[in-house]
């Protein structure tokens, strides 16, 4: 996650409490999306941006999650998402990011 991410979520976290922010993520690998997870609930683990340090335990979840998917528009989700269903590992996703949830997050949906 870029620095400037880092700081739009922790400025989003200081302003509306970090209770009531859901990180949705959309990453195309599962490592990635590990780290991202990791990032906004555990801090940077980088230790190079604004929440480096700053365990903010927010609500992270993948886009492939079922939880997600039940809140989308179906006609939106067709058009915009289940393309990439077809062509990435969309459980190795999910798994990664529930797995970097369950250990570091205080808040879930």
């Not at 039940?70 to 996703?93: K, P, Y």
């Not at 990664?96 to 369950?102: S, T």
């Amino acid at each position: 996650m870029d620095l400037q991410n880092q700081q739009r979520v922790k400025d989003a976290a200081d302003k509306f409490g970090a209770e009531n922010l859901v990180v949705i993520l959309g990453s195309s690998d599962a490592e990635g999306a590990e780290i991202y997870a990791e990032t906004v609930t555990n801090g940077d683990p980088t230790f190079a941006g604004p929440l480096a340090g700053v365990p903010l335990g927010l609500a992270v979840y993948d886009i492939f999650e079922q939880e997600i998917r039940e809140e989308a528009d179906a006609s939106i989700w067709e058009e915009q998402i289940s393309m990439m269903e077809m062509v990435l590992d969309t459980e190795a996703l999910a798994k990664a990011v529930k797995g970097v949830r369950e250990q570091y997050g205080k808040y879930t949906l």
